[in-house]
Nanobody, 122 residues
Framework: VQLQASGGGLVQAGGSLRLSCAAS????????ITWFRRAPGKEREGIIC????????YYAGSVKGRFTISRDNAKDTVTLQMNSLKPDDTAIYYC????????????????WGKGTLVTVSS
């Protein structure tokens, strides 16, 4: 499985941004995809996950109601829609894959993609 995150950039507070994770063969091999982020000076944290069946799990309470995750199995792509962005959302965002089940634990991931930087200005 190869993962590639994209879509990061600079956005003003209150704005929206859409990140994409191209995950080759993630559907075929039944991998769940989790988005993580690492804010400056903080540990990497799990945010939200989706399975190939479309089941989702949130791991960061601060993004509930603002971030949503979706997938396109035909294209092996997972999208993270981020709305009402706040300066605290500034971080490097990563997508990661784990076989079968969702997890917000970074140690449980099988594959990682390179991150994409999201900067939210106040």
């Amino acid at each position: 499985v190869q993962l590639q995150a994209s879509g990061g950039g600079l956005v003003q507070a209150g704005g929206s941004l859409r990140l994409s994770c191209a995950a080759s063969e993630f559907t075929k091999n039944n991998f769940a995809i989790t988005w993580f982020r690492r804010a400056p000076g903080k540990e990497r944290e799990g945010i939200i996950c989706i399975t190939t069946a479309g089941d989702t799990s949130y791991y960061a309470g601060s993004v509930k109601g603002r971030f949503t995750i979706s997938r396109d199995n035909a294209k092996d792509t997972v999208t993270l829609q981020m709305n009402s962005l706040k300066p605290d959302d500034t971080a490097i965002y990563y997508c990661a894959a784990r076989r079968y089940r969702c997890s917000g634990d970074k140690s449980g991931m099988n594959y990682w993609g390179k991150g994409t930087l999201v900067t939210v200005s106040s």
